[in-house]
């Protein structure tokens, strides 16, 4: 298969500064389009995978799964877009499966747009940390040209992964949701629960993001480790997304659903400690589940969503020669609430 080199940033070892280097794109197929990247938000996925975090991350390893650019080239086949188009890429490039309706649940495995096995090339792919990317179009998603493009970048990850199960279990006018954590997902789950019209409410630990809260969106914000607010809203909530993104007590915000709700995790991977207490679900016929993502056709209906309610991420704009830095602000959550890359630093 004919390739083309591509300028890109990322790492050989997990234990090495991201750099700049150069990966092979393959050249556009009868149902590709060719994606000159714009700009690519930084995810938390991408510093655990850069640093192996999670294990099985193949080196070198160019992160980024938040891609937004303009279309320069079509395949023959290519129906949606055209030269010239803005499109995105999300956390998905390929799958093939009978529930395609569903990518991210692909049964065979969906291939990631980093780090995944490469069907075309035989190596592992790469990601947005480059100057160009070459997708199939129906894993492309076209951008409402209303919203700023910097900030749709974000929407490709913490948007929908906030947004899938928002849809899922049927958040609507009036229903009273509750977020846990406030960071790049949580406050995507802030403005889209509010977008859907539901009566919002922040679980925070501290009241440091009080303020913050109420300017994104939120009508309420309890503090979880006061005792007295965290009875006052016993058996309160319709669904609880949690996107806290490392391990913590789900109980106390379990005591907080009505009966018959769900408390989705879409942040942690991994086990609950304290153990999860079965009593309030059995009592209450409540339930705790998870949510990975979301596919295609959901991205674009949140997309479209966004673009009709104008809703973008609060991000901060850095240069790709800064990622270093800006992993490591990330894990002191030094950032509000979203690092996006603009690749024209990385271009000149």
């Known amino acids: 298969m004919e390739t083309f080199k591509v300028k890109a940033y990322g790492t050989e070892a ?9 990966i092979q794109r393959r050249e556009v197929l009868a149902d590709d389009v060719e994606i000159d990247i714009l700009y690519c938000g930084v995810c938390h996925s991408d510093l655990h995978t850069a640093r192996n975090d999670w294990g099985g991350t193949k080196y070198p390893a160019i992160p980024g799964h938040e891609i937004v650019g303009k279309i320069t080239a079509v395949g023959s086949a290519v129906t949606k877009f055209k030269v010239g188009d803005f499109a995105g890429v999300g956390c998905m490039v390929d799958c093939s499966c009978p ?19 490469d069907a075309h090339l035989g190596a592992h792919t790469f990601g947005g940390y480059s100057e160009k990317i070459v997708v199939k179009e129906t894993f492309a998603l076209k951008i409402p040209a209303n919203l700023d493009l910097a900030a749709v970048a974000p ?24 977020v846990v954590g406030l960071g790049g997902l949580g406050h995507m789950a802030i403005k889209l629960a509010k977008g859907l019209g539901a009566e919002v409410t922040l679980f925070s630990r501290t009241p440091g993001k009080t303020e913050d809260a109420f300017k994104l969106g939120a009508d309420h914000v309890v503090i979880s480790t006061d005792s007295e607010q965290m009875k006052a809203v016993a058996n309160s909530f319709d669904f609880i997304i949690d996107t806290v993104p490392y391990v913590h007590d789900v109980n106390p915000y379990i005591t907080t659903l009505k009966t018959s709700s769900t408390l989705v995790l879409v942040g942690y991977l991994g086990e609950l400690t304290p153990a999860l207490n079965t009593v309030p679900l059995v009592l209450g016929r409540k339930a ?11 991205t674009q209906e ?3 969503f966004c ?5 973008v991420s609060d991000i901060e704009l850095i240069e790709m020669q800064n990622i270093n830095t800006a992993y490591e602000r990330m ?12 690749m024209a630093s990385f271009k000149s």
Not at 14 to 22: H, I, N, S, V, Y
Not at 155 to 165: F, K, N, R, V
Not at 168 to 176: D, Q, T
């Open 99 to 117: 529930n395609c309706r569903e990518e991210q649940y692909c049964t065979t495995g969906y291939t990631g747009t980093y780090n995944g096995a």
């Open 331 to 342: 894990l002191k959550s030094d950032v509000k609430y979203r690092f996006v890359i603009d």
């Open 14 to 22: 997990a234990d090495a500064d991201l750099k700049q280097m150069e």
């Open 155 to 178: 929407l490709l990850c913490a948007g929908i992964t906030t947004w899938s199960p928002l849809r899922y279990w049927n958040v609507k006018e009036g229903s009273k949701v509750a």
């Open 307 to 311: 673009g009709k309610h104008n809703i």
């Open 288 to 298: 705790v589940a998870g949510s990975l993502i979301g596919g295609i056709e959901e």
């Open 302 to 304: 949140m997309l479209d």
